[in-house]
């Protein structure tokens, strides 16, 4: 039995396949490497280099490497991007998506675990956001992730296919060992871009807000540790193969810090009172979003290990460390 990981040279799919490899699970890993790296893929895992949307490709992965899981990451995810670019965003997350569903099913494979994403809800009145809180995205990224969620949905009615859809919330740190972590050089995520900056490797971090009705005008979000969720996947991937029935759910702490806050810790724990400036509102961005995060815990009995926003922070930063030194020997 092998598991294939599409996007697993990015940056959750990598976390994810090295769960995998650290528990003896076989596994193929499949990513055009458009924002991944093959380096980050673990050796003990097989890197197939294409496109999760060529079926011909995957069918011939299904079959040569008797898959019977498919963890499926790979996607374009940078929220601004996809409002200026919506149509490569539905060809790349949607069409593809469907593709590589369609493939699934043809090829026999029964167990398909998919990346779904917190901006599926949108703007939300209610905080925390239960999984079934009407789903109104914000943004085309939203939107495909949504699109596919519904493509599994009717997937799974039709056809001896089940499925676990984990809506995470914001992904941030890097694996406690110090293997891997968030390594894309343009990556917009907040902890991500503090980390960098406390290094010294950005001017200043923009606040893109402070207007927003929440305790400090700044964003308020549910950052969640990458090798819980993976951890989250692993327990996904338990149940499909137990037999368990198809689940769509979220995978947050419950809790929410603002950006302001992030700042803060990131000072803290860097030991930097970096330059930070504040700036207009960032298209797409809802104002506050936080997982209602117990149905995971009763359906998969998923705990978190990592659930410290200190720690998490710091992780990033030695992760920023890391390849800083990487660089300077190239
Ligand atoms: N990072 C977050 O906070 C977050 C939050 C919610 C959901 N997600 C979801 O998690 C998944 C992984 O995100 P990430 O943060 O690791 O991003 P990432 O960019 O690091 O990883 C995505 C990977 O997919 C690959 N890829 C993209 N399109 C592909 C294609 N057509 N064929 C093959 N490979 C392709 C990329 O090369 C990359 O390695 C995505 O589906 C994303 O929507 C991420
Ligand atoms: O330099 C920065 C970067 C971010 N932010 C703010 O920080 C918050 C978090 O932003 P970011 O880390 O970019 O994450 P989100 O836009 O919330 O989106 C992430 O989290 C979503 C789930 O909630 C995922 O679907 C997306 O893929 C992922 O990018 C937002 O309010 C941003 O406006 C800043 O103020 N300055």
Redesign the pocket.
């Known amino acids: 039995m092998t598991v294939l990981v599409t996007g697993g040279a990015g940056y959750i799919g990598g976390h994810m396949a090295l769960a995998l490899v650290d528990r003896g699970e076989e596994v193929v890993v499949l990513d055009n490497l458009s924002t991944g790296f093959d380096w980050a893929v673990p050796r003990q895992a097989k890197l197939v280099v294409g496109d999760m949307g060529d079926q011909e490709l995957v069918a011939r992965v299904i079959r040569e490497h008797r898959v019977d899981a498919i963890a499926h990451f790979a996607a374009k995810?940078?929220?601004p991007e996809s409002v200026a670019d919506p149509l490569g965003y539905y060809l790349n997350n949607t069409a593809k998506s469907r593709n590589l569903l369609e493939t699934a099913v043809l090829s026999g494979v029964k167990h398909f675990i998919f990346s779904s994403?917190?901006?599926v809800y949108g703007e939300t009145s209610s905080e925390p956001v239960g999984e079934d809180t009407p789903k109104n995205p914000m943004s085309p990224?939203?939107r495909s992730?949504l699109m596919t969620e519904w493509m599994l949905e009717d997937a799974g009615r039709a056809h001896d296919l089940r499925y676990v859809a984990l809506r995470?919330?914001?992904?941030a740190g890097a694996d406690p060992a110090g293997r891997i972590g968030q390594s894309t050089p343009a990556a917009?995520?907040?902890?991500k871009?503090a980390a960098q900056t406390a290094l010294g490797q950005r001017p200043a971090?923009?606040?893109?807000?402070t207007d927003y009705p929440t305790r400090d005008g700044?964003?308020i979000?549910d950052y969640i540790q990458v090798s819980d969720l993976a951890n989250a996947h692993l327990s996904a991937l338990d149940h499909l193969r137990r037999g368990g029935a198809s689940l769509t759910l979220n995978c947050g702490y419950g809790r929410g810090y603002s950006?302001l806050e992030v700042i803060d810790v990131m000072k803290r724990v860097s030991g930097t009172d970096f330059p930070v400036r504040l700036s207009p509102r960032?298209a797409g961005?809802p104002a506050a979003?936080v997982a209602k995060a117990d149905r995971i815990r009763a359906e998969l009995g998923w705990v978190p290990q990592h659930d410290d926003l200190d720690g998490i922070v710091a992780q990033a930063l030695a992760w920023e460390r890391h390849l800083a030194g990487r660089a300077r020997a190239a």
């Not at 995470?168 to 992904?171: D, E, T």
């Not at 917009?188 to 902890?191: E, K, S």
């Not at 971090?205 to 807000?209: A, D, K, T």
């Open positions: 995810i940078v929220v994403t917190a901006a990224y939203g992730k995470y919330f914001n992904v917009t995520h907040l902890i871009v971090l923009e606040v893109f807000g700044s964003c979000r950006v960032r961005d979003i």
